[in-house]
T-cell receptor
Framework: EAQVTQNPRYLITVTGKKLTVTCSQN?????MSWYRQDPGLGLRQIYY???????DKGDVPEGYKVSRKEKRNFPLILESPSPNQTSLYFC???????????????FGNGTRLTVT | AQSVTQLDSHVSVSEGTPVLLRCNYS??????LFWYVQHPNKGLQLLLK??????LVKGINGFEAEFKKSETSFHLTKPSAHMSDAAEYFC?????????????FGTGTRLQVTL
């Protein structure tokens, strides 16, 4: 089954303790992206990757890191989490080029992160 | 530059009555437009897409949307609501051409369906 898998689904941590949220897709998609979803703000893009070893900042990259060493994986790293990073996070992938209309995003089921 | 505005944060309809979720956009380029649906505790799922072909677009589960360039709108409609339609809906815009990587999401409209 074609899918985007995020882990964990729920995560509670304390300020400053490094964490990684994993994302993996089995569709051989080139494009992958991370979003955070906050009430009243919709989804905001954190980082995206057009292909292996190619990553770029989205709208809200501060406090986050990503890497794309393999095509299927795109982990999100919080080196020193803070309470304002408490949010619902989504990973998504897409065949992605060149026309978005023919390659929509496939989303994971989300990771709910709480930083105390 | 691009932006999308969902005009209602919350819409409530009775089962069997029509649904209208409103979306206005702005884009410096010819846009691609999408509607995604999010059910509780789930990721987003594509409902339908507009990519410069027919202006009336049909999607899954009986939803459709009409692209109106003169009004910069892409409203989502369904003739008859079902209880299973209760979810949050997002309008999304991106430039149609090139290796576009930036999608802009609306803030979402929560659809409530009552008996």
């Amino acid at each position: 089954e074609a899918q985007v898998t995020q882990n964990p689904r729920y995560l509670i941590t304390v300020t400053g303790k490094k964490l990684t949220v994993t994302c993996s897709q089995n569709m051989n998609h080139e494009y992958m992206s991370w979003y955070r979803q906050d009430p009243g703000l919709g989804l905001r893009q954190i980082y995206y990757s057009m292909n292996v070893e190619v990553t770029d900042k989205g709208d809200v990259p501060e406090g986050y890191k990503v890497s794309r060493k393999e095509k299927r994986n795109f982990p999100l790293i919080l080196e020193s989490p803070s309470p304002n990073q408490t949010s619902l996070y989504f990973c998504a992938s897409s065949a992605g080029r060149p026309l978005w209309g023919n390659s929509p995003l496939h989303f994971g089921n989300g990771t709910r992160l709480t930083v105390t | 530059a691009q932006s999308v505005t969902q005009l209602d944060s919350h819409v409530s309809v009775s089962e069997g009555t029509p649904v209208l979720l409103r979306c206005n956009y702005s884009s410096s380029y010819s846009p691609s437009l999408f509607w995604y649906v999010q059910h509780p505790n789930k990721g987003l799922q594509l409902l339908l897409k507009y990519t410069s072909a027919a202006t009336l677009v049909k999607g899954i589960n009986g939803f459709e949307a009409e692209f109106k360039k003169s009004e910069t709108s892409f409203h989502l409609t369904k003739p008859s609501a079902h209880m299973s339609d209760a979810a949050e809906y997002f309008c999304v815009v991106t430039p149609y051409t090139g290796t576009a990587s930036k999608l802009t999401f609306g803030t979402g409209t929560r659809l409530q369906v009552t008996l």
